[in-house]
């Protein structure tokens, strides 16, 4: 029988002997939005970059909609939207000539480009070539690139990197609207209160472990207003006790 | 589908790209100093003339095509979008073949547009090329652009920043533009005398610069003043099937490098 949703089981990553993530098992249900939430260093961007298939697990599987990225690698990237961390858009190419190469070599229409354009504010901005565009700006063509072909899962790196407020809130409506969609959302921040907003579930990560994994609702019944700040505030306590 | 949207990207990249355009001015700069050079021959076939502006080109083309080209792919991988794309259902292979053939079609473009500058100068000065030596300067230097481009693709896989994709692409050059004869006369005196032939004629196919010029030169009617030494090149160059052996041999070198890039770029 076909599992839909994300599986990762027992999957760790070891680079040049040093364990970068320590073994962890994982699911994410069709519809479920998840915050990877720790400090620099604690594992999130390598986690989803095993995630996209950009690197290999030293150990378990990953599976997406029962497809696995080592056996069905075109079918498992196909259901992915990958929003990276690090990312210098190609210069001399315009916002909307980015996004259409990008809908293309997803089999997506122009239209289907302008329609997303339209969606992250960007489309007054269209023929403007993207190496003028703010931090910002470019975040949101770049969150544009990962939603536009509404893939099953949508990996963000850091999305709110470099958003003023308002495109903060924006950004949590479009991750609502992705949602009620049905399409899963995996996303790392340091913006605690993005992930309180917007994700169901919030994971801590500690030197590439899982440190606790729950819902936001069980965060809040604990620590009460102070959320996933005084979650986060005593695992770092219980760390440098 | 992937190829024809990367080499679309590319060659919509290549024309905006500044670089592009100080390199079509040396070119027609260049180009026109051919005309001036080939103004001052007038016979037919190969001449000293004629061997200057192959060895000009030789200079400056192989570094072109490299520098250019290995940067295109470098900064994919410095600017994080290899590693985006490599997200969607593309193949290596798809990407690289994309590059090369987007790159070849920027270049061929360049250096077209620098010989028919010369070409349109040498007309309205009434000292033009002949069209024929006009076209052979263009595929000369087309096949140059082809097979170096192959070597741009491996240095690119190979070399993770631009500044060792110029260490690399300079050390090339130097290697196949400007040290091979003297490199090949210092090694050939270590070996037996009667290895020298058919050692020579076997590291020729190891040397793009030195082949498609062994090629031109043979079929301009020079062949002669490459020695016995290379008899059995200008044998079948000057054979029946002496240009289908020729693109066989650069087809050959332009997938092998290409293989080498794409297997380079996996494990990378």
Same mark, same amino acid.
Request: charged share 15%; hydrophobic share 50%.
């Given at each position: 029988?076909?599992?839909?949703?994300?599986?990762?089981?027992?999957?760790?990553?070891?680079?040049?002997?040093?364990?970068?993530?320590?073994?962890?098992?994982?699911?994410?249900?069709?519809?479920?939005?998840?915050?990877?939430?720790?400090?620099?260093?604690?594992?999130?961007?390598?986690?989803?970059?095993?995630?996209?298939?950009?690197?290999?697990?030293?150990? $378990?599987?990953?599976?997406?909609?029962?497809?696995?990225?080592?056996?069905?690698?075109?079918?498992?990237?196909?259901?992915?939207?990958?929003?990276?961390?690090?990312?210098?858009?190609?210069?001399?190419?315009?916002?909307?000539?980015?996004?259409?190469?990008?809908?293309?070599?997803?089999?997506?229409?122009?239209?289907?480009?302008?329609?997303?354009?339209?969606?992250?504010?960007?489309?007054?901005?269209?023929?403007?070539?993207?190496?003028?565009?703010?931090?910002?700006?470019?975040?949101?063509?770049?969150?544009?690139?990962?939603?536009?072909?509404?893939?099953?899962?949508?990996?963000?790196?850091?999305?709110?990197?470099?958003?003023?407020?308002?495109?903060?809130?924006?950004?949590?409506?479009?991750?609502?609207?992705?949602?009620?969609? $049905?399409?899963?959302?995996?996303?790392?921040?340091?913006?605690?209160?993005?992930?309180?907003?917007?994700?169901?579930?919030?994971?801590?990560?500690?030197?590439?472990?899982?440190?606790?994994?729950?819902?936001?609702?069980?965060?809040?019944?604990?620590?009460?207003?102070?959320?996933?700040?005084?979650?986060?505030?005593?695992?770092?306590?219980?760390?440098?006790? | 589908?992937?190829?024809?949207?990367?080499?679309?990207?590319?060659?919509?990249?290549?024309?905006?790209?500044?670089?592009?355009?100080?390199?079509?001015?040396?070119?027609?700069?260049?180009?026109?100093?051919?005309?001036?050079?080939?103004?001052?021959?007038?016979?037919?076939?190969?001449?000293?003339?004629?061997?200057?502006?192959?060895?000009?080109?030789?200079?400056?083309?192989?570094?072109?095509?490299m520098l250019?080209?290995s940067f295109?792919?470098t900064?994919?991988?410095?600017?994080?979008?290899?590693?985006?794309?490599?997200?969607?259902?593309?193949?290596?292979?798809?990407?690289?073949?994309?590059?090369?053939?987007?790159?070849?079609?920027?270049?061929?473009?360049?250096?077209?547009?620098?010989?028919?500058?010369? $070409?349109?100068?040498?007309?309205?000065? $009434?000292?033009?090329?002949?069209?024929?030596?006009?076209?052979?300067?263009?595929?000369?230097?087309?096949?140059?652009?082809?097979?170096?481009?192959?070597i741009a693709?491996l240095i690119g896989a190979l070399c993770r920043n631009r500044w060792q994709a110029l260490t690399m692409g300079v050390s090339i050059w130097f290697f196949?533009?400007?040290?091979?004869?003297?490199?090949?006369?210092?090694?050939?005196?270590?070996?037996?005398?009667?290895?020298?032939?058919?050692?020579?004629?076997?590291?020729?196919?190891?040397?793009?610069?030195?082949?498609?010029?062994?090629?031109?030169?043979?079929?301009?009617?020079?062949?002669?003043?490459?020695?016995?030494?290379?008899?059995?090149?200008?044998?079948?160059?000057?054979?029946?099937?002496?240009?289908?052996?020729?693109?066989?041999?650069?087809?050959?070198?332009?997938?092998?490098?290409?293989?080498?890039?794409?297997?380079?770029?996996?494990?990378?």
């Open positions: 029988m076909q599992t839909f949703g994300l599986t990762v089981d027992q999957v760790s990553k070891t680079i040049n002997d040093k364990t970068i993530v320590h073994p962890f098992s994982l699911r994410i249900e069709p519809g479920e939005v998840v915050a990877l939430c720790g400090g620099n260093g604690a594992g999130k961007s390598t986690i989803l970059r095993m995630l996209v298939g950009i690197l290999r697990p030293t150990t $378990g599987t990953i599976q997406l909609n029962g497809m696995s990225w080592e056996e069905q690698r075109v079918d498992y990237l196909q259901q992915i939207g990958y929003m990276p961390d690090h990312f210098s858009f190609t210069a001399g190419l315009t916002a909307r000539e980015t996004l259409e190469f990008y809908a293309a070599l997803r089999n997506r229409t122009a239209e289907d480009a302008d329609r997303m354009l339209k969606a992250v504010g960007l489309h007054d901005a269209r023929n403007k070539r993207v190496s003028h565009f703010s931090k910002g700006m470019q975040q949101r063509l770049l969150f544009a690139q990962a939603i536009l072909a509404k893939p099953a899962l949508v990996v963000l790196d850091e999305p709110t990197n470099g958003l003023d407020p308002y495109w903060m809130d924006a950004f949590v409506d479009l991750v609502r609207e992705l949602r009620l969609a $049905g399409q899963s959302v995996i996303f790392s921040t340091h913006q605690l209160q993005v992930a309180d907003a917007v994700a169901d579930r919030a994971i801590f990560l500690m030197n590439g472990q899982i440190v606790r994994d729950d819902t936001i609702d069980q965060y809040q019944e604990q620590y009460g207003n102070v959320g996933l700040y005084g979650a986060f505030a005593e695992l770092v306590s219980r760390a440098h006790a | 589908m992937h190829i024809n949207l990367i080499a679309k990207r590319e060659v919509k990249v290549g024309f905006r790209n500044p670089w592009a355009y100080s390199f079509m001015a040396l070119f027609s700069l260049f180009s026109l100093g051919l005309l001036v050079i080939q103004s001052q021959s007038y016979m037919k076939g190969y001449t000293y003339t004629t061997g200057t502006m192959l060895n000009l080109i030789l200079y400056l083309l192989p570094l072109m095509t250019l080209s295109s792919l900064a994919e991988k410095e600017e994080g979008s290899w590693q985006l794309l490599s997200t969607y259902a593309m193949t290596t292979s798809s990407f690289l073949i994309g590059k090369y053939v987007g790159q070849a079609l920027v270049l061929i473009a360049i250096v077209s547009f620098g010989y028919g500058i010369s $070409g349109v100068a040498g007309l309205l000065l $009434g000292k033009s090329f002949a069209f024929s030596t006009l076209l052979f300067l263009l595929v000369f230097s087309i096949c140059l652009i082809l097979l170096f481009l192959g693709m196949y533009i400007l040290a091979w004869p003297t490199l090949l006369i210092s090694l050939l005196s270590f070996v037996p005398y009667t290895w020298i032939k058919p050692l020579l004629q076997i590291v020729t196919f190891f040397n793009p610069a030195e082949f498609v010029r062994v090629y031109s030169v043979t079929r301009l009617g020079g062949g002669a003043i490459f020695g016995p030494e290379y008899y059995k090149w200008i044998y079948w160059i000057d054979s029946a099937l002496g240009d289908v052996c020729f693109v066989a041999l650069c087809l050959l070198w332009i997938s092998a490098t290409l293989f080498i890039a794409t297997r380079a770029w996996e494990r990378r």
